[in-house]
């Protein structure tokens, strides 16, 4: 069966520093990878997404992540962090379900706290 | 706009009584999705449906069921037998089944007294 996990319930960073934040998966095939981020009490939000091609992903807000099939891993990273991405984030594998769909087998997520 | 709405954002119930959360969408989507989200333990999937009057069950069905007779309507009803009901949950829609794009509404957050 499908797994992510994310090592890091939370992650402490001062503004203008460097992020990354770290997920493993366990799936069978081909992986289907996401990061999502989520604000207190709302609905979840893709941050970027990885089917096939090239290995290093960019996505919306200056993240971008990267998948290395011989780790399993698909870090989320971004170069210099702003009070406004403090959140929590989630990254998912998309797993075959019955009836075709790739539905996204979250982990636990990573809290991220950002100090001015 | 278009989106998805999920109502109320709040709600609270007595224990041993139904309640239904509503999801509505205007994306023109044909897959819908429900989660349970619990503090520290992510998304979990209870339900999805792929097509109007279709639906399969998740990884934690069990106390819950869903209707899917419009394209843009996935309600969702916690039962009487759900052991622990208290919970965030989101529904999301993509446009097909595949590899889509999940996009996910605000939430509703039940509290069963």
């Known amino acids: 069966a499908q797994s992510v996990t994310q090592p890091d319930i939370h992650i402490t960073v001062s503004e203008g520093a460097s992020l990354e934040l770290r997920c493993n998966y366990s799936?069978?095939?081909?992986?289907?990878l996401f990061w999502y981020v989520q604000s207190p009490g709302q609905g979840l939000q893709l941050l970027l997404k990885y089917f096939s091609g090239d290995t290093l992903v960019q996505g919306i807000k200056g993240f971008e992540a990267e998948f290395k099939r011989s780790q399993s891993s698909f870090n989320l990273r971004k170069p210099s962090v702003h009070w406004s991405d403090a959140a929590e984030y989630f990254c998912?594998?998309?797993?075959?379900?019955?009836?075709?769909?790739?539905?996204?087998?979250f982990g636990r997520g990573t809290s991220l706290i950002v100090h001015p | 706009d278009g989106g998805i709405t999920q109502s109320p954002k709040y709600l609270f119930r007595k224990e041993g009584q139904n309640v239904t959360l509503s999801c509505e969408q205007n994306?023109?989507?044909?897959?819908m999705y429900w989660y349970r989200q619990d503090p520290g333990q992510g998304l979990r999937l209870i339900y999805y449906s792929q097509i109007v009057n279709d639906f399969q069950k998740g990884d934690i069905a069990e106390g819950y069921s869903v209707s899917r007779e419009k394209k843009e309507s996935f309600p969702l009803t916690v039962t009487s037998a759900q052991k622990n009901p208290t919970a965030f949950y989101l529904c999301?829609?993509?446009?097909?089944?595949?590899?889509?794009?999940?996009?996910f509404g605000p939430g509703t957050r039940l509290t069963v007294l």
């Open positions: 994306l023109n989507h044909d897959a």
């Open positions: 999301a829609s993509s446009i097909s089944r595949g590899t889509d794009t999940q996009y």
């Open positions: 799936y069978g095939a081909t992986p289907y």
């Open positions: 998912a594998v998309g797993a075959l379900r019955p009836g075709g769909s790739y539905i996204p087998t």
